[in-house]
């Protein structure tokens, strides 16, 4: 029986269609996941670029940190281990009583950099609520006045007075702390800082940053500058009394006045140097600024000066100045001072700078009068003085203590100063600067 042939089968069009399509899907899903495994391998990259530029960042802050002071700008470029991906480059230079570091770290494209105001951490030694110079006589105490923590006195010792109707409030003379002899000479300064500060005060045309200073009157003719810290400074100078009226000045921006500068509560000011023979801060200002003078500093009621703010009464060692009244700074009541408040007038008994602390004023950091100081309200910190004083409506005390008071346990145990009072080598950041003003990250210590 003849058998009869199959007819042959064949693939429907379509089924071509669907391999080509399934090819084409898995072509696409095969490039989509190795354009992913590309893109993920080129963000751990950038991440851990990120990471190291992170950690050389935070290692150069820590070189800074341990830096010793300077009074001229010192640029240092360097690899951290000995390789080409952990360069980093290092920046110090003055700024009133402080120094500004900028650290900076890069690798090929991409760089990170910081600026901050270094502080120096107290020793020991420095961790005292009071110092007063011993000039053979006692100090006496009356009202609400209080002393907590290590003081230096006088030989003479201390004693409870009866001024003005009030007796002293307390049984014990000192609190949480124990009493030293103090010496005729109050702790040495650092007069490197002193005089970087001194150019700025001289009078006349002879100082060299008048070549670099532009005219207040004429180049400020906006309401606001800002100059930022990793570039160079700007230097304003007025050669007649100026008054800052609702302007905002941010950064790194000196004004010198040779007469007066008076700021207003509308005034905006944030790290900012002020120098002129008289400086005025009126009622309700607020604001971050070092301001120095030679012949008067004065605060007005309820401002607040953020830290780090420092307030100086600088003595220029001239023949040829003539002081018509004693200088002074006067802190008015309800006022907040979060920095530090010196003066430095050796010398002279005729020439006694005075520092007046009235009632409800308070200071978290340092005070340091060479020279009297009328203490009635409170320091949360460091007192040294050569000799107190205290003027009633009857009369006029020598070493007389009312309503004043001095704790050191109140100070925050982040405090760094100046290296104008510690001149040893543990820093820690005090501000961040160069950033959101709203969103600073926060203080760092460094410990070796």
Not at 146 to 164: C, H, N, T, V, W
Not at 247 to 275: M, R
Not at 314 to 333: M, R
Request: charge should be negative; hydrophobic fraction near 40%; include cysteine.
């Amino acid at each position: 029986m003849q058998q009869i042939p199959k007819s042959p089968k064949y693939l429907q069009g379509g089924a071509l269609l669907f391999a080509l399509l399934l090819a084409i899907l898995i072509g696409v899903t095969t490039g989509a996941l190795l354009l992913l495994l590309q893109y993920h391998r080129q963000y751990a990259t950038n991440l851990l670029r990120q990471e190291r530029l992170q950690q050389n960042l935070a290692s150069a802050v820590s070189l800074l940190l341990t830096n010793e002071t300077t009074n001229d700008g010192d640029t240092a470029r360097l690899s951290l281990f000995n390789g080409e991906l952990d360069s980093v480059m290092l920046i110090q230079k003055p700024w009133g009583v402080f120094d500004v570091g900028i650290a900076s770290a890069f690798e090929q494209g991409d760089s990170l950099q910081q600026a901050f105001v270094i502080g120096r951490v107290p020793e020991d030694s420095e961790r005292y609520a009071l110092f007063l110079a011993d000039e053979y006589r006692p100090l006496s105490i009356s009202g609400d006045t209080r002393i907590q923590g290590d003081a230096y006195l006088p030989e003479a010792g201390i004693r409870k007075a009866y001024i003005e109707n009030r007796a002293y409030a307390s049984e014990d003379v000192i609190f949480d702390g124990k009493i030293l002899h103090s010496t005729p000479t109050l702790p040495p300064i650092n007069t490197t800082i002193i005089d970087r500060l001194l150019p700025y005060l001289q009078p006349g045309d002879s100082a060299a940053w008048r070549q670099d200073a532009r005219d207040w009157f004429s180049a400020y003719t906006q309401d606001s500058i800002d100059v930022p810290f990793a570039g160079p400074a700007l230097l304003l100078h007025a050669p007649d009394s100026v008054a800052i009226d609702g302007q905002v000045i941010h950064g790194q921006v000196l004004l010198i006045s040779d007469k007066a500068i008076t700021v207003t509560a509308s005034a905006t000011l944030d790290n900012a140097l002020l120098f002129a023979p008289t400086v005025r801060f009126e009622e309700g200002f607020k604001g971050r600024v070092q301001a120095f003078a030679r012949d008067s500093l004065l605060v007005g009621r309820n401002c607040e000066l953020r830290y780090p703010s420092a307030l100086g009464l600088v003595n220029i060692p001239q023949d040829s100045i003539v002081y018509e009244f004693q200088p002074f700074i006067q802190i008015d009541s309800a006022s907040v001072v979060n920095g530090l408040v010196f003066s430095h007038y050796p010398g002279s008994e005729q020439l006694l700078a005075m520092v007046g602390i009235a009632p409800d004023v308070t200071v978290h950091g340092q005070v340091y009068a060479d020279g009297l100081l009328e203490l009635q309200g409170t320091v949360c910190g460091r007192t040294a003085c050569r000799r107190f004083t205290l003027q009633t409506p009857s009369s006029l005390y020598e070493n007389f203590v009312l309503d004043g008071v001095m704790d050191y346990t109140r100070l925050s145990p982040h405090y760094g100063g100046s290296p104008l009072f510690h001149a040893g080598r543990l820093g820690n950041v005090l501000t961040w600067l160069d950033t959101d003003r709203n969103e600073q990250p926060p203080i760092v210590n460094h410990v070796p």
